[in-house]
C-alpha cells in the first residue's frame, strides 16, 4: 500500500466512520472534521503513510484530545494547540517527530492527527493506539508491549503546556486527567513517544483508512438503496447481534463517566426479544434475553437501523430504531493482560469476556 | 377575542377565535409587502362575522418571511460576527462551514477577540474593550448595520456578550447587535450560525414588524401583537424585531399544534398528508417534541428549537407500481402535477390518490376513469401506506402508550379510519386553516438549558431550581402566573466532566396575561 494523501473530500467519510469505531463513545467528530477541513484547506491534504512502511528510526508520536466532547463543541480547540502539545513533548524528549499517530481510531481523535499534521508538516500513520475507542490513556495496544505512554505533554488554548513523566500509564491518565480538568475540560495531549519498529509493532495498522472505508461504504449503499448496516458488518467481519426499538434509557454519572444502559426491543426476526445495552460513554456489555452475547474488548455498535450512521450513547433516545452489531476487536485485546486493562471486569461488571466466536472467558 | 394570523409563502390565513371556538376563518394570497395580504385577510374576516376591533384583546402571527428570505438569500442586512473567545477558538472562525453564496450575500465579516468562559464560569481571558473599540471602527469604516455577538460558554455566563454589545453601541448608536446567549444553546458554532443569521435578518425584521402594525391599524386593532416562536410559544413585537430567527419553525408548530387544538387532543401524533410526502409530529401536552440533533437551514448547521419532523415519501401523488403482491408506493411523485397526470384526471400516472379513489375512500375527477383498476392493487396499495405510516408513528412516539392519530393535508384521504393500536383516527373540521389556529392558540414560553453540578443526592433540588427558574422566565416574559406548567424537563449527565456535571433543559409555558386593550 502506497502513501494516500486526505483531502477534504475525504473527511466526511472518515468522520462517518469513525463515529461507528467509536463504539457509542469518543466524542462526535463532527468539530475533528471541521478542524481537519480547515487544517487541510490551509495547508494541503494530509499524506496518511502505511504503518509497515514507516522505518526502523521513525519518532512516532500520538496527538489527542483529552476531556469532554460536550465541551469540545463550545470551546473548540484549536490546530495551534494540538501542534503546542508535539512541539512541547519534542523539546522534552530532544528529538523531532517524524510521524503522528492517532490514539483512537473511534470518535473525534481519529481525526486530530489529521489536524495537526497540517500545522507540523508531518504525515500521519495509517493506525491507531486501540482500533477502537475506549475513554481512558492507558488503553492502548502499547501498554501491552510495556511502552510507557510517558513523556507525554499536555497543552490548554492559552499557551499552558506541561510535561508527565509518570511510573505506569495509569498515573499518566491519573494526572492529565486532574490537568484537563484545570484546563477547561479540554486539552491536547501528545504521548507514547515511539520509535517507528515500536509502532510496527504495538500499533493496530490500518485503521484509518477502515474509518475512511466504513464511511465509504454507507454513503454508497444508502445512495445504492442497498443496506448499509449488512455492508458494514460485513467490512468488520461481525454479526448483528439485535434489530428493535430504544425502549429505555436510563442514565446516571459516576466518578465523570456517563454510565448507563438502554433496552431495546425486537423487531421483525427479533420480535419479543430484548436486548440490554450497558454502556459507560462506550457500548461495553449487550446482554440478549438474559444471556450476556457481546461484551468489550469487542466492538458493540449501534447503528441507525435504516441509515447506517452510527447512534452514541449521549444521543440515544426511546423510539429510535436500532441494529446492533458485535465486531473483533484486535486480537491482542483478548489475552490475559489485554483483558486485564479493557475487559469487562475493568468496568466493574462482574462477568467475564464473551468473544466473538468464542463464547464466554473467564 | 383574539385573532391568529399565518403569513405563508403563497396564503395568508386568519382566524378569529372567542376562547376555544373558531368564529371565522378565511384564506387569502399572501403579499410580497406582507401587510397587503393581512389587510385582506382581516377584511374577509369582518365580512364572514363582523367584530368590533377594539373587542380584539391580542393578534399572534406566525409567519415563514424570515426562513424564506434566508433560502432565498433575500434582502438580508450586511452583518458581522464578533466572537470572544481568544485563545481559544481560532482554527474555526465564524462563518467556517457556510456556503459561500450566503456569506457573499450577508456581506459577512468576522472578528475574533479575547474573552469566553470555561464549562464552569471561569474566565478564558478577560475582555479587552481595546479590542472591541478596533471592531468598531471597522463596522464603521465598512458600514455594517448589524453584528451577532457569541462568547465561548455564553450560555453559563453571558457578560462578555453584554459587555461588548455596550461597547460597540456606545460608539456606533444606530447598530442592531444580536446576542447568541439570547438566541440558541450549548454548542458553539451552531448557536453564533443562528445568531449570524438573525443579525442578518434585522432590518427586514423591523420592516416586517412595522407592516404588520401598520395593518392593524389601518383595521382599527389595537390589541397587542405576537409572534409566534419555533416552540409554538409567543414572542411580543419587541422580541420580534430584535430576534426574528425564532420564527424560523413556527409553520410546522403552528400546524401541528392547531391540528391538536381542532381535534381536542393534547398528546397525539399529527399526519400531514401532502401532494408528495407525509409529515409526522408529536405533541406532548400540546407541544411538539423538539428534534435534539443539529438542523440544518439552508446549509447552516444551527441548533434552533425546532420540532422533530419525520417525512416519509407517501403523498397523493405518489406513483404506484407493481401488482396486488408486490406493490410499491412513492417515493417518487407526480407533484404539482397531480391534476394532469393522475387516471382521475384524465392522465395516465397510476398515483396515490387513484387508488383511494378506486378503493371508495374520496371521490375526486372522474372515478369512472379507475373503474377498471385492479381492485386488489388499489387494497393493497392503500394497506402498503397504512402499514408505512403506522410503522412512522410507531417509530416518533415517546412511549409505549399508543397514541391518537390526528391527519391532515389534501392527501389525508389515503388513511384508514384507524391504524395500529393508535385507534380511530381523527380527522378535524377547518384544517386547511390550522397554522393560523395554532398561532391564536399559542402561549408564553421560559426555558432553562445549562450545565448544573448535580452533587449526590441533590438532583431532585436541582431539578426544581431549573424548572424555578423556567417558570420565572415565562411569567417574565408575560405568561399569567398561576396558569404556567413545566411541559419538558431532559437531563444527560455529561461524560468526561467532573463534579457530575448535568445538562438539564427544562421548558415551561403559561396562558398569555391578556392586558386591557392599550390606549
Known sequence: MAELLITEADLDDIAAGAAILGTGGGGDPHIGRLLAGAAVRAGGPARLVPLDTVPDDAVAVVVAMMGAPTVMVEKVPSAEQAALAVRALAAYLGRTPTHLVCAEAGGVNALVPLVAAAELGLPVIDADGMGRAFPELQMVVPTLYGIGATPMSIADEKGNSGIFDTVDNHWAERLARSATIDMGCSAMISLLPMSGAQAREALVPGTLSLSAELGRLVREARAAHRDPVAAVTGRLGGVELFTGKVVDVVRRTEGGFARGEATVEGLGDRTGERLLLRFQNEHLVAVRDGEVVATVPDLICVLEAEAGTAITTETLRYGQRVRVIAAPCDPRWHTPEGLELVGPRYFGYDHGTVRLGAGTVA | MRIGIDVGGTNTDAVLMDGQSVLAAVKTATTRDVTGGITAALAGLQRQRAFDPAAVNAVMIGTTHFINALVEADRLAPTAAVRLGLPATASLPPMVDWPERLVEAIAGRAYLCHGGHEFDGRRIADLREDEIQRVAEELDRHGVRSVAISSVFSPVNAEFEQRAADILTAQLPGLAV?????????????????????????????????????????????????????????????????????????????????????????????????????????????????????????????????????????????????????????????????????????????????VAVAAGRAAIGDPGAVRDLDRSLAQAALARIARDIGDAIERIRTSPEPLPVVAVGGGSILLPDEIGDSGQVHRPEHFAVANAIGAAIAQIGGEVDRIFPVEPGQRQSVLDEAKQEAVDRAVASGAKPGSVRVVEVDEVPLAYLPGNATRIRVKAVGDLQMEAVRG
Do not use: K, W
Open chain 2, 178 to 354: 444580536s446576542l447568541s446567549s439570547e438566541v440558541g444553546r450549548m454548542g458553539l458554532l451552531e448557536r453564533e450560525n443562528a445568531t449570524i443569521i438573525n443579525a442578518s435578518l434585522r432590518e427586514l425584521a423591523g420592516q416586517i414588524v412595522d407592516g404588520l402594525a401598520d395593518s392593524l391599524e389601518g383595521a382599527g386593532i389595537r390589541a397587542p401583537l405576537y409572534l409566534s416562536q419555533n416552540d409554538g410559544t409567543l414572542m411580543d413585537v419587541d422580541f420580534a424585531r430584535r430576534y426574528p430567527v425564532a420564527t424560523f419553525a413556527s409553520g410546522p408548530t403552528n400546524s401541528m399544534r392547531g391540528a391538536a387544538f381542532l381535534s381536542g387532543l393534547e398528546t397525539c401524533a399529527v399526519v400531514d398528508v401532502g401532494g408528495t410526502t407525509s409529515d409526522i409530529g408529536v405533541l406532548r401536552h400540546g407541544f411538539p417534541r423538539e428534534a435534539t440533533t443539529e438542523v440544518s437551514v439552508a446549509g447552516i448547521r444551527t441548533n434552533f428549537r425546532m420540532p422533530d419532523v419525520l417525512s416519509l415519501g407517501i403523498g397523493g401523488g405518489s406513483r404506484v407500481r407493481g401488482d396486488a403482491g408486490a406493490v410499491t408506493v412513492g417515493p417518487d411523485s407526480v407533484g404539482y402535477r397531480l391534476a394532469e397526470e393522475a387516471l382521475v384526471f384524465g392522465g395516465a400516472t397510476l398515483t396515490a390518490t387513484d
